[in-house]
């Protein structure tokens, strides 16, 4: 399982903007690369990440193999009520590394 670092604040106010930061341990090989064998080494990248906040898709990105190891994604939404805010990261192979956080809206 992927390592997946999630900061994002767990109360906040109705109408408040809050800013949510997501990071997951991936290599992100581009394929380009030339392994010691001589061979290419396969792509192998996350290309889509997707954030929902209850059930709506709220920030969704997708990622080609210029994007670093370890993609650090950072945006802003608004709170609006208590719920979970759930991550969705996509892979190549068709995997997906899901993370979630609660938030308190008051």
Request: with cysteine; proline share 6%; net charge negative.
């Amino acid at each position: 399982m992927t390592r997946a670092l999630i900061n994002a604040p767990k109360a906040a106010r109705r109408g408040e903007v809050i800013e949510i930061k997501a990071m997951i341990a991936h290599k992100m090989e581009t394929g380009y690369r030339i392994g010691p064998n001589g061979q290419p080494i396969p792509r192998d990248i996350i290309h889509r990440f997707a954030c929902t906040y209850g059930g709506v898709e709220v920030f969704a990105a997708e990622l080609f193999p210029a994007m670093s190891a370890n993609p650090f994604i950072a945006f802003t939404t608004v709170a609006m009520e208590s719920g979970t805010i759930e991550f969705a990261w996509t892979a190549d192979d068709g995997t997906v590394e899901r993370a979630a956080v609660e938030i308190a809206v008051t």
